[in-house]
């Protein structure tokens, strides 16, 4: 079964200080892997993805990930937080199941930005 | 202007009423989907669409129904209403293959009394 796992329901990180955003996945196939990002009263907005290639992705808003095959892990990463930063963060898998794109999400971790 | 749009944005209802939730987009997208939010479960697929006489059922349908009137439209009906219901809900689209992005509408936060 394909899965998402977000291991931190919290991040807190002090403005200015890097920031990670742990997910880890499970697939039978090969994985699309994709973040988005929850401000609050909001819809889900895509901030980036993996499908193919460099292992390493950038994004909107300086964020980054890195596809790591191996472990399976696609962490979200940004140098220099910042307070606006502050939202609930998805991981997201899709690959091809049963002739469609099926996509899972993971539960979401919340980041505080701390002034 | 946005691309999804949802409607309404909240509602309160009461059990045994049948609702129905609006969402269109101007993407030209043919797929859409319904997903549910509730805190600490991330989002769960009730319903997918890949265009207007394609709809299938996803992880958690039953209580609920959809409606594809055209590419654009896509409206889930809860038939009678029930207080588990209660949640946020959004409508994304995506494109066909090689547009994995999924695009999502502002969400419709329900509350059944």
């Known amino acids: 079964a394909q899965s998402v796992a977000q291991p931190e329901d919290q991040v807190n990180v002090a403005e200015g200080n890097p920031l990670t955003v742990k997910c880890t996945y499970s697939v039978s196939g090969n994985p699309y892997l994709f973040w988005y990002v929850q401000y609050p009263n909001r819809g889900l907005q895509f901030l980036l993805k993996?499908?193919?290639?460099?292992?390493l992705v950038k994004g909107s808003y300086g964020f980054e990930a890195e596809f790591n095959k191996s472990q399976t892990s696609f962490h979200l990463k940004k140098p220099s937080a910042l307070v606006s930063d502050s939202a609930l963060y998805f991981c997201a898998v899709s690959s091809l199941i049963g002739g469609y794109q099926k996509v899972t999400f993971g539960t979401g971790t919340k980041l505080q930005v701390i002034p | 202007d946005a691309d999804v749009t949802q409607t309404p944005r909240n509602r309160i209802t009461k059990t045994g009423k049948r609702i129905m939730l609006e969402c269109s987009q101007t993407?030209?997208?043919?797929?859409m989907y319904w997903y549910r939010q509730d805190p600490g479960l991330g989002l769960r697929l009730i319903y997918y669409?890949?265009?207007?006489?394609?709809?299938n059922k996803g992880e958690i349908s039953d209580g609920y129904s959809v409606s594809r009137q055209a590419q654009a439209k896509f409206s889930l009906s809860l038939e009678s209403a029930i207080p588990n219901q209660t949640a946020l809900y959004f409508c994304?689209?995506?494109?066909?293959?090689?547009?994995?992005?999924?695009?999502f509408g502002p969400g419709t936060r329900l509350l059944v009394l």
């Open positions: 993407k030209g997208h043919d797929r």
């Open positions: 669409s890949f265009d207007v006489k394609d709809i």
């Open positions: 994304a689209t995506r494109g066909r293959w090689g547009q994995e992005t999924q695009y």
């Open positions: 993996y499908i193919t290639g460099d292992n």
